[in-house]
């Protein structure tokens, strides 16, 4: 287990509705990191989050918003929900995203959602 | 931009095989590398990683070593089981010029370990 916890587990949307999935670090870990995993592929770096402000992004469009809160918890926001968007969403935790190398992070169980 | 490229699974296996994945990177800076493994239904698990030219990675019977001069990352096993049926992830961590760090993952192999 990486105590790395992950909210709701599955969940079916329907398409132009909107999703918050939620996450909460490892004990102490103060850097928050959302992925994108369609079926069969890896995960894809969506943004991250260190002590509440955004410091990195990849490539998805500004429907896709986040916060972190004080105990560093993380909430991944969804709008205008599209087909494509089905996949499950990984949240992993870290601590320092600024320092030291071999940074590791840790995974949680993710989210399954299913946009119909 | 940086990139992590894995060998095409799946790839099927006797039990007590010998096991590579292979994995290649690209990168600007000096990486880390990272296996992670992904079991049916469930999100992804830190294997063994390495963070400098000719480390040795291991876990769990697993070894991979990190190969700066031909930019690989090959995971190895000499005795497979059944239950290292799984997806494999090859991962890199590098630093951004905001001096925070980015994770590239390669598409995963699967492997399927038959009794």
């Known amino acids: 287990e990486t105590g790395v916890t992950q909210s709701p587990t599955h969940l079916i949307k329907t398409r132009g509705q909107q999703v918050t999935l939620r996450c909460s670090s490892q004990?102490?870990?103060?850097?928050v990191s959302w992925y994108q995993q369609a079926l069969g592929q890896g995960p894809q770096f969506i943004f991250q989050?260190?002590?509440?402000?955004?410091?990195g992004r990849g490539n998805f469009p500004p429907r896709f918003s986040g916060l972190q809160f004080p105990n560093y918890s993380s909430e991944l926001n969804v709008n205008a929900l599209e087909l494509d968007d089905s996949a499950l969403y990984l949240c992993?935790?870290?601590?320092?995203?600024?320092?030291?190398?071999?940074?590791?992070?840790?995974f949680g169980e993710g989210s399954w959602l299913t946009v119909v | 931009g940086d990139s992590v490229t894995q060998m095409e699974g799946p790839v099927t296996l006797s039990e007590e095989a010998f096991l590579t994945i292979n994995c290649t990177y690209t990168?600007?800076?000096?990486?880390?590398l990272f296996w992670y493994v992904q079991y049916p239904g469930e999100g992804l698990q830190l294997l063994l990683k390495?963070?400098?030219?000719?480390d040795k990675g291991s876990n769990k019977g697993f070894e991979a070593t990190y190969r700066k001069e031909t930019t690989s990352f090959h995971l190895e096993k000499g005795s497979v089981q059944v239950s290292d049926s799984a997806v494999y992830f090859c991962?890199?961590?590098?630093?951004?010029?905001?001096?925070?760090?980015?994770?590239?993952f390669g598409t995963g192999t699967r492997l399927k370990v038959l009794a």
């Open positions: 992993a935790s870290s601590l320092a995203a600024r320092t030291g190398s071999g940074n590791t992070i840790y």
């Open positions: 004990s102490g870990h103060n850097t």
């Open positions: 989050y260190y002590r509440e402000e955004e410091n």
């Open positions: 990168a600007t800076g000096y990486p880390s």
């Open positions: 390495a963070t400098k030219a000719d």
């Open positions: 991962a890199l961590s590098d630093r951004r010029t905001s001096g925070t760090y980015k994770y590239i």
